[in-house]
């Protein structure tokens, strides 16, 4: 059973940071691409940001310059280092990883079950 779990979510105050961890654990034999999404109350879901296994980086618009990215393949770790934090950042954030569970002949999509984070005075 494959599981990923998010942690480092809260409350802070804009222009604070907050830095989420994404683990993988479980029977897995390779991680691929590994994101983060994000959805705000009434609005679809985002893709943040994206690094593959070799830390190649994709950043959204709307976080470029502010957050960063970053995997600890030793780990099955993927974090999110969220600078210069504005209410507009409010949202579930995700984790998602493309990943080959062992004894499986595919990758497959498994995602998070989100953790909240709340930008407020």
């Known amino acids: 059973q494959v599981q990923l779990v998010e942690s480092g979510g809260g409350l802070v105050q804009p222009g604070g940071s907050l830095r989420l961890s994404c683990a993988a654990s479980?029977?897995?034999?390779?991680?691929?691409?590994m994101c983060w999404y994000r959805q705000a109350p009434g609005k679809q879901r985002e893709l943040v940001e994206r690094?593959?296994?070799?830390?190649?980086?994709d950043y959204g618009d709307p976080v470029k310059g502010r957050f960063t990215i970053s995997r600890d393949n030793a780990k099955n770790t993927m974090y999110l280092q969220m600078n210069s934090l504005k209410p507009e950042d409010t949202a579930v954030y995700f984790c998602?990883?493309?990943?080959?569970?062992?004894?499986?002949?595919?990758?497959?999509?498994?995602w998070g079950q989100g953790t909240q984070v709340t930008v407020s005075s």
């Open positions: 479980g029977s897995i034999l390779s991680i691929g691409v």
């Open positions: 998602y990883a493309f990943l080959m569970g062992l004894g499986k002949a595919t990758y497959d999509n498994y």
């Open positions: 690094i593959s296994r070799g830390g190649n980086t």
